[in-house]
């Protein structure tokens, strides 16, 4: 029955410039092949082809995340590059330069090939089943162009690597376990998302008013530092800390910043909260679950 189409889908292939009646029966027969047409006619005219060795490396990639019914379109009779999902090339080299399987309940580790794709900007698997621990490659020194890497929402497991100094790290939600790398105190970062795993130690290195940081996650883990003792980084108006064991007092700084988001509830942090016009819109939830906190909006210092 449908050894017509096929025969036809096969002559089309091989034809330079099909007429406009025959591409008309062609979607009659087979709308998938006139997408597929289409998005390699688009390739031609949008950019440089997809670089053959990242093209090999995602097949390696699919392949090792057990060639998931979500990946069905990276199809290596296609160019890479205009894959109706999760790829972003820059149009010049036609190297791969984004890399994004967001909650495809992929459940598999992190593929080794992901290290040849050396012109990556940005990796996003975020909220999958990815488990094992987390490859040594995913940072700046194999992947120099790396600024933004999103894991959060899988099942990770062992130590952030030392390699893992990436502007953008969002690693939230794992079973992540061990200490801060060393490495992290002299790399610049600018979101660092660690909320809900069972990290401890020092996260003091990750503060310092020259640094960038501006958004700071680290609830819901076993961190223990003292809090007094940090300087803010200027940027910073995004801390969250709640549900750990950090102790000292609140720097005074805090009082004067224009705080998106806040929160130092549940930890052991003890003295008077600096009053200034942003932090006095803060709640009791903000500050709750502490050892000695006091002043508004909780109960005054004595
Ligand atoms: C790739 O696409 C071609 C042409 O549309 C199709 O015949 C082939 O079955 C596809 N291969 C895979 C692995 O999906
Ligand atoms: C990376 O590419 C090289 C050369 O193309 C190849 O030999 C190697 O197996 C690839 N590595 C992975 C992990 O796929
Ligand atoms: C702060 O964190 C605690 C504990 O995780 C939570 O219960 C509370 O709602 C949070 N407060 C605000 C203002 O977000």
Same mark, same amino acid.
Do not use: I, Y
């Given at each position: 029955m449908n050894a017509r189409p096929q025969a036809t889908a096969k002559e089309t292939d091989h034809t330079e410039a099909p007429s406009c009646r025959r591409s008309s029966r062609i979607l009659a027969i087979s709308p998938l092949l006139l997408a597929v047409l289409v998005l390699a006619a688009a390739a031609r005219t949008g &950019?440089?082809?997809?670089?053959k060795s990242d093209m090999a490396a995602l097949l390696a990639v699919k392949s090792a995340l057990g060639n998931p019914p979500a990946l069905? &379109?990276?199809?290596?009779?296609?160019d890479c590059c205009s894959w109706p999902y999760g790829i972003s090339c820059d149009a010049n080299s036609g190297r791969v330069t984004d890399l994004t399987v967001f909650g495809r309940e992929i459940s598999a580790p992190i593929p080794a090939a992901i290290a040849n794709l050396t012109a990556l900007r940005s990796i996003n698997f975020a909220y999958n089943q990815l488990h094992g621990s987390i490859p040594a490659f995913l940072g700046p020194h194999e992947l120099p162009d790396l600024t933004f890497l999103r894991l959060d929402g899988n099942r990770l497991t062992g130590p952030i690597p030392p390699t893992a100094t990436v502007f953008n790290l969002l690693l939230v939600g794992n079973q992540l376990t061990g200490e801060i790398p060393e490495t992290f105190a002299d790399a610049v970062f600018g979101d660092v998302e660690l909320s809900d795993n069972q990290l401890t130690g020092d996260?003091?290195?990750?503060? &310092?008013?020259?640094?960038?940081?501006?958004a700071l996650f680290l609830s819901r883990n076993r961190f223990r530092f003292d809090l007094g003792r940090v300087e803010l980084p200027e940027a910073m108006d995004i801390l969250e800390i709640d549900g750990n064991m950090v102790y000292g007092s609140i720097p005074a700084e805090a009082a004067a910043r224009k705080w998106l988001s806040f929160n130092v509830s549940y930890n052991q942090l003890c003295g008077p909260i600096p009053q200034g016009k942003y932090t006095h819109?803060? &709640?009791p939830k903000h500050f709750a679950g502490n050892k000695c906190l006091c002043g508004r909006p909780l109960a005054p210092c004595t």
């Open positions: &950019g440089a082809p997809c670089d069905s &379109g990276w199809n290596s009779t296609v996260a003091s290195m990750l503060f &310092g008013a020259k640094k960038q940081l501006n819109r803060f &709640g």
